[in-house]
C-alpha cells in the first residue's frame, strides 16, 4: 500500500490545486463535453475516476449498501444503461445501483458510479420517472460539474480529502461514540450542485431520456413528485435537496420543454405497468420503510425512544432488513445498551455479511462492554470489507490499546495520524504515540 496512505494522492492534489490558484498559474482548460465549449478545468478524466472509486463506496455502504434484491437492481441498471450509451462520454465506466437506503434520493459521483434510494424508487410511479432521475445524475457527469467545482475550489470541503475532513472533526470524545457511528456524516461525500448545475443537469436528462424512448413527461411527473414530497414529507427529502437544488422554476422548465422541444416525442411510452411489476416485491415493504423513515426522523431529532418504536415496527413487519437491523442496532449503542446493539449488529451481519457498517458497529457495541479483543476482530473485519476508513484505523489502534498490544496500537495510531492531524482522536493517538516513545514531543 501506499506509505502515506491511501488518500495522499488526492490531498496532494488538493495542494496542488490551491496552490496553482495562489500562484495565479498553470490555470488549465478543457473544451465541456456537452456544450463544446472551453471551461476552467483542473482536473483530468482519470482524476474523476479516481475520485470516484475511492469515495463513492463509502457512499454507498453508508447507504446501507445495494439491495440484496437482484432482479430489480438489475432492472435499474438496465434502464440507466441504456440512457448511459446515449450521453456525450459513453466510454466513461458508468454503474447503477439500487441501495438500501430509506431517505428519497440519487446521486452520481465523477468516474459515473450512481446511486438512487429504495426510498425514492418507491415514490416514483413508472420507469419514464426512473429515466428522468437517471438520465438527471447522468447529466451532472456529462457535464463534469464534480471536476468543475472542484476546478473552483468549491469542493475542498467534501470530496477533496472528505475522509480526513470529516473523520478528523467526528463529535464527541472517546466515551461518545453516537457520532461515530456511520463513520462518514450523512451525504458529506456527495456534491452540492448548483441552480445553474441543476437546470444543465435537467435539460441533458431529458434529452437523453427522449433519446432512449422515453416520453419527457416522466421529467415532469419526477419533478411533481418531488416538489410534492417536499410538502408531505420534508425530512426524507433534506438531504436530496441540499444537493440537488429544488424549485418552481424547474418544475415549470420541465412542462415547457416537454411541450416545445420535445413535443414530437410526447406519445412516447412511460411504461407504468413495467415498472410497477418491476418494483412490486419493493412496494410490498412500504410500511417497513416508512416506518423506518420515521425512526430516522425521530434519531435526527434524538428522541430514541421513538425511533427505536418505529425501527421495531419496521422489524415486526421485516425482521431480516439489513438496514432496519442496522439502524436498531445504532439506536441501541446510543442508548448505552451494548448487549442490545451486539445482538442487532450480529443479526445484521448474518442478513449481509458483504456489506460493512454492522462489523462496526458490533465493535462499538463490544468496546462498550470492553470487550477490546473482540471489537478488534470487527474493525478488523470492517476494514477488510471496506479498506480505507481512517476512523477504523484509530478504533484498531484503540481496541489494541485497551487488550494491552503497545505495538501494534501504536502501529494503527500511526496510520491514523498520517491522515488525519486534528480532533480529539488525533490528540488521543498522539498523545500514545509520544508516552510509548515513538514519536518525540
Ligand atoms: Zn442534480
Redesign the pocket.
Known amino acids: 500500500m501506499d506509505p502515506e496512505g491511501p488518500h495522499s494522492l488526492t490531498r496532494r492534489r488538493l495542494l496542488y490545486l490551491l496552490s496553482a490558484f495562489a500562484a495565479g498559474a498553470a490555470v488549465g482548460c478543457a473544451t465541456s463535453p456537452v456544450t463544446g465549449r472551453t471551461q476552467l478545468m483542473l482536473v483530468s478524466e482519470e482524476e474523476e475516476i479516481q475520485i470516484d472509486r475511492q469515495n463513492a463506496p463509502f457512499q454507498f455502504s453508508a447507504d446501507y449498501g445495494q439491495i440484496q434484491d437482484s432482479a430489480l437492481n438489475d432492472y435499474v441498471r438496465h434502464v440507466g444503461q441504456s440512457l448511459a450509451a446515449r450521453t456525450h462520454r459513453g466510454h466513461m465506466p458508468y454503474s447503477f445501483r439500487v441501495v438500501n437506503a430509506n431517505y428519497v434520493n440519487a446521486y452520481a459521483f465523477p468516474g459515473g458510479s450512481i446511486a438512487c434510494t429504495r426510498g425514492i424508487l418507491l415514490s416514483l410511479e413508472n420507469e419514464a420517472e426512473l429515466a428522468a432521475l437517471l438520465g438527471?445524475?447522468l447529466?451532472?457527469v456529462n457535464a463534469r460539474h464534480t471536476a468543475q467545482q472542484m476546478s473552483k475550489g468549491k469542493l475542498t470541503n467534501t470530496l477533496v480529502g472528505g475522509f480526513s475532513v470529516v473523520a478528523g472533526t467526528v463529535a464527541g470524545g472517546l466515551g461518545q461514540l453516537a457520532g461515530t457511528l456511520g463513520s462518514i456524516g450523512a451525504g458529506a461525500l456527495l456534491a452540492s450542485?448548483s441552480r445553474e448545475?441543476?437546470r444543465e443537469?435537467d435539460a441533458l436528462g431529458m434529452e437523453y431520456m427522449v433519446k432512449a424512448g422515453y416520453g419527457p413527461k416522466g421529467m415532469v411527473g419526477l419533478m411533481d413528485m418531488l416538489q410534492s414530497l417536499s410538502k408531505s414529507k420534508p425530512g426524507t427529502i433534506e438531504l436530496m435537496f441540499a444537493?440537488?437544488p429544488m424549485s418552481d422554476e424547474r418544475y415549470q422548465t420541465a412542462v415547457k420543454t416537454s411541450q416545445t422541444q420535445y413535443a414530437s416525442a410526447q406519445n412516447l411510452s412511460l411504461s407504468r405497468e413495467r415498472y410497477m411489476d418491476q418494483t412490486a416485491r419493493l412496494r410490498a415493504m412500504k410500511n417497513t420503510i416508512e416506518e423506518l423513515q420515521k425512526g430516522e426522523q425521530e434519531m435526527a431529532g434524538k428522541k430514541l425512544g421513538d425511533a427505536e418504536a418505529h425501527f421495531r415496527n419496521a422489524l415486526k413487519q421485516t425482521p431480516n432488513d439489513y438496514a432496519g437491523l442496522v439502524m436498531m442496532a445504532t439506536c441501541q449503542i446510543v442508548q448505552k445498551k451494548p448487549a442490545e446493539g451486539l445482538r442487532y449488529s450480529e443479526a445484521a451481519k448474518s442478513v449481509y455479511p458483504q456489506e460493512a457498517q454492522a462489523y462496526n458497529l458490533s465493535g462499538f457495541a463490544k468496546l462498550q462492554t470492553r470487550d477490546f479483543g473482540g471489537a478488534y476482530q470487527d474493525f478488523n473485519t470492517y476494514e477488510k470489507v471496506l479498506p480505507g476508513n481512517p476512523t477504523t484505523f484509530f478504533f484498531k489502534g484503540f481496541s489494541l490499546e485497551g487488550t494491552g498490544n503497545k505495538e501494534e496500537a501504536a502501529r494503527e495510531y500511526h496510520r491514523y495520524l498520517q491522515v488525519v492531524k486534528e480532533g480529539k482522536f488525533a490528540q488521543h493517538a498522539y498523545g500514545r504515540m509520544v508516552e510509548w516513545g515513538y514519536y518525540k514531543r
Request: glycine share 10%.
Open positions: 438527471h445524475e447529466g451532472h450542485y448545475n441543476e443537469a444537493t440537488h
